[in-house]
């Protein structure tokens, strides 16, 4: 073999050893990105004791893992949230542009993450005869549609909003026709 085409090898193997060592560090960061959130390292760690066969290093484990996740708790580092919650949340973030907040979607059927239903608190129109609605969550929705609604909303009505097509959403007050609405609030 020549020396250039030893030299060339050599050089091959240097970027093939480079390119194998940095790709995890570049793309490891954007691909966990895009996988969304995970599970917690303090939870991880609790399901990893769960795994050793020795009951007293078992123990012994289970013990410091949850004292961590304690530590963790009381800090701030991290939230533990059961499903109602999560319902709560999403219920009140409904038709906001938040999609940071797709983890709150976890385990949902999809129709139950498309709509919700609420009571009417108040209702008006505004100066060029659009509807405002405010539910009982504190929501605030306006119509942004032309459609005539048939009996003004009051106190009590029920109002079910769905996503509709490309981040828009409708409105049906006590089940009349449907109504495009845009969150304000």
């Known amino acids: ?20 060592i940095a790709m995890p560090m570049i793309a490891g960061p954007a691909l966990g990105a895009a996988a969304g959130p995970g ?7 609790v399901l990893d004791c769960q795994k050793i066969d020795d009951g007293p290093q078992r123990l012994a484990c289970l013990d410091a893992a949850v004292a961590a996740m304690a530590r963790a708790e009381s800090a701030g580092d991290l939230v533990t949230v059961d499903r109602a919650q999560r319902r709560a949340a999403r219920h009140r973030a409904f038709g906001l542009p ?4 797709a983890f709150l979607d976890r385990g949902e ?8 239903t609420a009571r009417v608190v108040g209702a008006s129109f505004n100066p060029v005869g659009k509807l405002i609605v405010k539910l009982d969550d504190g929501a605030v929705w306006r119509q942004i549609d032309d459609n ?28 009349q026709f449907a109504i495009r609405v845009h969150r304000d609030n």
Request: glycine share 8%; no cysteine.
């Open 98 to 101: 938040l999609p940071s907040l």
């Open 148 to 175: 005539a609604v048939e009996q003004s909303p009051h106190p009590g009505s029920t109002a079910e909003i769905r996503r509709a097509a490309l981040g828009s959403y409708t409105m049906k007050l006590d089940g």
């Open 39 to 45: 599970r917690a390292a303090a939870v991880q760690t």
């Open 1 to 20: 073999m020549t020396r250039l085409a030893t030299n060339t090898l050599s050089l091959g193997r240097g970027i093939l050893k480079f390119a194998l």
């Open 109 to 116: 059927k999809p129709e139950e993450v498309s709509r919700i």
